[in-house]
């Protein structure tokens, strides 16, 4: 007892039993952190500046999805959330991170694009779709926009992407230097091609479909292609006919060639510098 009194009175001063309070006082920094971790969206740790906002990145070619990601991860505002190339998956992965923004091929497994721009923007209007594709006919370019995207790139104008995101994410809407001049020549014709030709009466999927069979694909390899059945393809092949006004499976095959034909030529003619 003797030793306890004759401590220095700083040293009691430090003697946790002496200063109960100070002990369980709580942090009150750290008491707030907590609770606004359970109620707001975390900061940026890197302490670089805000989130990055989310691109969920679909498309069928492997090297295309490749070099998007590459892009993005360069990027300082973007972050890529997830990548595809079936369309099934790529709704799934939109419900599960809610991406800002969606880089989209027209062209995908089990499904197309237009269906899906339009299945992204019931899911989340606030979400913009930027199409990059390599179909730059005016029709597709319509039938995208339609459907509810916000930007539309050609392949070759893949570099604009960021500047596109940037662009769409303000609520604007972008379009490829290469793919601009088509738009306004078709829009300047009052789309004459189009419609002269009976193709735009074509649903989006026939429209997919039609464009596939032009390429060459049978009626198996479409299935596959597209994960549908062989009877599914043959009545899109009916309905297409009877719109077109045609009788054979032989005549829709010409058809679609001379329209993918006619569309490569209106672009070499619109845009020399693209070949």
Wanted: a positive charge; glycine letters at 6%; charged letters at 30%.
């Amino acid at each position: 007892m003797q030793q306890r009194k004759n401590r220095p009175r700083a040293a009691r001063a430090l003697d946790p039993q002496r200063n109960p309070r100070k002990k369980r006082s709580p942090d009150k920094k750290s008491v707030y952190r907590s609770k606004k971790s359970l109620t707001e969206e975390p900061d940026d740790v890197s302490g670089k500046g805000p989130t990055k906002a989310k691109v969920l990145v679909v498309h069928r070619t492997g090297f295309v999805r490749f070099g998007v990601l590459s892009l993005i991860a360069k990027s300082m505002q973007f972050v890529a959330c997830g990548e595809t190339d079936e369309a099934p998956l790529a709704r799934e992965l939109f419900v599960r991170h809610k991406p800002k923004l969606v880089l989209l091929g027209l062209t995908l497994r089990g499904g197309d694009g237009f269906q899906l721009i339009k299945d992204f923007c019931k899911l989340e209007p606030a979400a913009a779709t930027l199409v990059l594709s390599e179909r730059t006919d005016p029709l597709s370019v319509r039938r995208a926009f339609r459907s509810g995207a916000r930007g539309y790139l050609a392949i070759d104008g893949a570099a604009e992407m960021v500047r596109a995101f940037d662009e769409i994410s303000a609520g604007r809407v972008y379009v490829s230097a290469s793919v601009l001049p088509l738009i306004l020549s078709n829009f300047a014709a009052g789309s004459k091609r189009s419609h002269s030709s009976g193709v735009d009466s074509l649903s989006d999927r026939e429209l997919e479909i039609f464009s596939f069979i032009g390429r060459g694909f049978s009626v198996s390899e479409l299935a596959s292609e597209l994960h549908v059945s062989v009877k599914t393809i043959e009545t899109h092949q009916m309905r297409m006919k009877e719109k077109l006004a045609l009788h054979s499976a032989a005549e829709l095959r010409q058809k679609a060639r001379e329209w993918l034909a006619k569309s490569a030529v209106n672009r070499i003619r619109e845009d020399p510098e693209s070949e």
